[in-house]
């Protein structure tokens, strides 16, 4: 149940496999889990909001980014 993935900024790191194993759609985890802020611009941006708006969320408080 134990497996490796890579982690963004520590390297390797041991996580927890996928509990449930099925033959014709196999899960796996292919990374470690996100420091706080590490996907906000690109999910925000997803969702429309441009470069600007984004870094004013940040300064504002509104919103935690990596390398803000």
Not at 19 to 42: C, D, F, K, N, Q
Not at 57 to 66: H, I, K, S, T
Request: proline share 9%.
């Amino acid at each position: 149940m134990v497996t490796e993935a890579p982690h963004s900024r520590v390297g390797p790191v041991k996580t927890l496999g996928h509990p449930v194993h099925y033959s014709a759609t196999p899960a796996e985890i292919t990374r470690g889990a996100p420091l706080l802020g590490e996907h906000t611009r690109e999910v925000l941006a997803e969702y429309g909001y441009g470069p600007a708006e984004i870094d004013k969320f940040v300064r504002e408080g509104v919103a935690v980014a990596e390398n803000a």
